[in-house]
């Protein structure tokens, strides 16, 4: 930089520069490092103040740029631009590759994936807590016409707590995806009663009125990812529903128990059932519940391969 | 492990007469090996029965095995300490009997099947549906009526010609060559069973205790359940009733169950009291889960139950979690999908006996299996297969476990059960 330089010009080129400084060593962290909204959020925020800086500089040096865009070569750096932003947008085999090598999973806490082999579920909402469900399909999946299928969290009461993937796409989840959309209404709709009626949502739904020896739930997902008590044990479990469109079967369930305090790191779901409704209960209210497989389900059963579930928790 | 009795080898001794004084202080970790004290010189009897299977405890195996052991042609005689027949699932209360189904099927069906079925039928209940996949595993459990399941135990052991002694219960046993001599005691009654075969279904192993043979027994036990109902008015028998803990219930003897039941009592009167409502139903006593265990030739580790290990000799499956109640309550460990245990002969036979059995919650186990075999289902599964196996043993003129397999398994499918393998 010329020693000529007027104080503004040189003081826009020195922020600019270090303002990448802190931008690229963020980048690297947040590739490399676990997500943390304070590394996402100081790489977000000074790139913001990057482009500003850019702007300035720009307007600075017009006369230099106006040079540079008069050369030849201008259209084959933009190219080059253009080719690896197509590679990374689209992230063919080699660049997931690449990425998997991440310790981040995004700016997001969670991501969902159709690949060849499969379905692949992460999600990481803490440091300390990574979960990945990985669904290695069988032969009855058709990639080009993927199921219908949502995941979701349940408590020891048998209670949704959290859906961790809603499906995409799917205009009546009702009809496609019945147990999990029960499930999630109910939910909902005691969610909002205990909002107005200023109870408790356990004391709303009434947990286990019967078994009063069996331990009640949280509602709270941070119950069970990282619990502040590790002394009792609070069981809950992941089930996963998938439904083929058209082809005459019931959706199907899988799930798997998960110990919060001790989480084992590979389980493997089971098939649970098919859900089918009931005539109703005595309060006339709606209730759908899980039968065994019978004779009925033939393509249905080979959607799935088998369905594992890896936990890594800091103990 | 080995067990002797003190001063004399297991076989001289069971041959030597009246049986009895033993002791041996086997300890598996904090199981003990307990046995009776010496029983009274033998009673002079005022009636006499001549038969070929005496089943002591008419509870929830016992009223099965005599039932099948009359249904099959043997000569049964069902001495009962209390008033009515049933246990756990009548006198103490736990009408909802299970489980029967495991991962969509009937694993458990027979005598005891028939009998809580047409007890629910006539009750105009409901039966549950096994297609459905139970939340919980109690969901399962079926609701019956306890005072019509009464009436119909006592029905079908008359019809099958079972010869029922009420208010009585062995005092002396003694070998003989044709197999047992069993003086029993009952208020005004003297009674002298002369048997072939004897199959102990009292809960606690109390013949098998009486012989010397070995029992297992924790130093800290589940508490007993106290069943009883207090507000609203309810269906007796076809809902649940509430229940409260008996902390250290101990059936061991006629003291110690007066005690749980005296503690169960009180601490209901307290209830009572303190929240200001009706009471509108009371259990005449309190249902112990757990006391003594026998040691038998084969013993049931939770291993093999959460494994569903299929024994060799398996003759009746059991369906439950294991489900172990302590001071804090339970948190049943429900088992493996397609996972369902199997219970073999073995262990309803006391190590180194001849000529008994026994069926129900003291089958030869540990603790924590124990707590998934114990219940009424699985009892009355056991108490079906005691009654062949006394049976064929009786006819042959051999031990029970001396009866070829195929026989057993053969006569069980007979009536109606379920059986492992395909022996």
């Not at chain 1, 859900?275 to 059963?301: C, I, M, Q, R, T």
């Not at chain 2, 005449?284 to 299929?310: A, H, K, M, Q």
């Not at chain 2, 294991?322 to 309550?329: I, Q």
């Amino acid at each position: 930089m010329p020693s000529s330089m007027p104080p503004k010009r040189s003081t826009i080129s020195l922020l600019t520069a270090f303002s990448f400084l802190v931008l690229a060593v963020s980048g690297v962290l947040a590739f490399v490092r676990p997500f943390s909204i304070r590394i996402v959020g100081l790489h977000s925020l000074i790139g913001f103040v990057f482009i500003g800086l850019i702007v300035l500089h720009v307007l600075n040096n017009t006369g230099h740029l106006d040079r540079y865009l008069r050369r030849s070569r201008v259209w084959a750096t933009l190219g080059i631009i253009l080719l690896l932003a197509a590679l990374f947008f689209w992230q063919p085999a080699p660049v997931r590759s690449v990425l998997s090598l991440s310790g981040n999973l995004g700016p997001a806490i969670d991501r969902f994936e159709v690949t060849d082999q499969g379905l692949s579920y992460q999600y990481a909402p803490d440091e300390r807590y990574k979960m990945a469900l990985n669904v290695r399909t069988g032969l009855g999946f058709d990639p080009a016409k993927p199921p219908h299928f949502a995941i979701w969290l349940e408590n020891a009461s048998f209670y949704h707590i959290k859906t961790l993937h809603t499906p995409t796409g799917l205009t009546d989840a009702a009809s496609a995806l019945p147990y999990w959309d029960f499930k999630r209404r109910g939910w909902e709709e005691a969610k909002r009663e205990a909002d107005a009626s200023g109870k408790d949502l356990a004391e709303e739904l009434g947990v286990d009125a019967i078994s009063a020896p069996t331990q009640n739930s949280s509602f709270d997902p941070a119950d069970y990812i990282l619990p502040e008590n590790t002394d009792e044990s609070l069981p809950y479990r992941l089930l996963i529903e998938i439904n083929q469109a058209g082809d005459d079967q019931a959706s199907l369930v899988y799930a798997v128990d998960i110990d919060n305090v001790d989480p084992r790191t590979f389980q493997l779901l089971d098939l649970v059932g098919y859900p089918k409704k009931e005539e109703g209960d005595d309060d006339g209210k709606e209730v759908w519940a899980l039968y065994y497989v019978d004779e009925n389900f033939e393509s249905a059963l080979g959607l799935i391969d088998s369905a594992l579930l890896t936990i890594e928790r800091e103990k | 492990m080995s067990n002797k009795i003190k001063g004399t080898g297991r076989r001289e001794f069971l041959q030597s007469g009246l049986l009895g004084t033993a002791a041996a202080g086997l300890t598996i970790a904090s199981t003990t090996n307990v046995s009776a004290q010496a029983p009274p010189e033998a009673l002079e009897p005022e009636v006499t029965n001549d038969v070929d299977v005496l089943v002591v405890g008419g509870g929830t195996a016992g009223h099965v095995a005599a039932i099948q052991a009359a249904r099959a042609g043997a000569k049964t005689m069902l001495v009962e300490r209390g008033a009515q027949l049933g246990g756990a699932s009548t006198t103490g209360g736990v009408s909802f009997p299970g489980l029967f189904d495991a991962w969509g099927k009937q694993v458990i069906a027979g005598i005891g099947w028939e009998l809580v079925k047409e007890s629910v039928e006539l009750d105009g209940g409901k039966l549950p549906d096994f297609a459905k996949v139970p939340q919980r595993h109690w969901q399962n459990q079926v609701l019956t009526n306890q005072f019509l399941y009464v009436l119909l135990a006592e029905e079908k052991c008359t019809d099958a010609g079972v010869e029922i002694a009420y208010h009585e219960f062995p005092q002396v046993v003694t070998k003989t060559e044709k197999g047992w001599t069993v003086d029993c005691v009952g208020f005004g009654t003297k009674r002298r069973v002369n048997c072939k075969q004897i199959i102990d279904c009292t809960g606690g192993a109390e013949v098998v205790g009486m012989l010397g043979f070995s029992r297992l027994r924790e130093e800290e036990r589940q508490p007993g359940s106290y069943l009883f109902r207090l507000g609203d008015r309810h269906e007796p028998g076809r809902t649940r009733l509430n229940r409260l803990y008996v902390h250290g219930a101990d059936s061991t003897n006629s003291r110690t169950v007066t005690v749980a039941n005296m503690t169960g009592r009180k601490s209901i009167l307290g209830k009572i009291r303190k929240e200001g409502k009706r009471i509108t139903h009371l259990q005449p006593e309190t249902g112990f889960r757990e006391s003594y265990r026998i040691e038998g030739e084969t013993l049931v580790t939770v291993n093999d139950y959460r494994s569903g290990r299929v024994f060799d000799d398996a003759i009746s499956y059991a369906f439950y979690p294991v489900d172990l109640h302590t001071k804090t309550g339970v948190k049943p460990k429900p088992l493996k999908p397609g996972t369902v245990p199997t219970i073999p002969l073995s262990a309803l036979i006391p190590k180194g006996s001849t000529n008994i059995i026994v069926a129900g919650r003291c089958v030869s186990s540990d603790q924590l299996a124990n707590s998934g075999l114990r219940v009424q289902a699985s009892c009355m599964g056991m108490g079906q297969a005691a009654g062949v196996a006394a049976t064929l043993a009786a006819k042959a003129g051999t031990p029970p476990l001396d009866v070829p397999l195929k026989e057993i398994h053969a006569l069980l499918r007979e009536h109606g059960q379920i059986v492992p393998g395909n022996a």
